[in-house]
Nanobody, 117 residues
């Protein structure tokens, strides 16, 4: 089992920055990759970014490229999502997830990000 706890959400204005954190515990040695997802009101959950647990390979959805950066600190078992130049359309509940094999197997509880115009 892997437990994930997100933090760092909040209410900001357009153009501001936020850094989300996702602390992993449990069988972290089994993690292959970590991802960030988001779900806006009335919309389906969408992929935001991914990073391999061991390695520097990253991948982003087009709408956040150049604004968001995913990173990790293995010593702290923590993954971060640095979000710059935030837009109102970035408003959503952000979730981190851990991929062991195949699909993402474990999810955090989510943290709300609200961007006002």
């Amino acid at each position: 089992q892997v437990q994930l706890v997100e933090s760092g959400g909040g209410l900001v204005q357009a153009g501001d920055s936020l850094r989300l954190s996702c602390a992993a515990s449990g069988r972290t040695f089994s993690i292959y990759a970590m991802g960030w997802f988001r779900q806006a009101p009335g919309k389906e959950r969408e992929f935001v970014a991914r990073i391999k647990w061991n390695g520097d390979n990253t991948y982003y959805t087009d709408s956040v490229k150049g604004r968001f950066t995913i990173s990790r600190d293995n010593a702290k078992n923590t993954v971060y999502l640095q979000m710059n130049s935030l837009k109102p359309e970035d408003t959503a509940v952000y979730y981190c997830a851990a991929k062991i094999t195949g699909t993402y197997n474990y999810w955090g509880q989510g943290t709300q990000v609200t961007v006002s115009s």
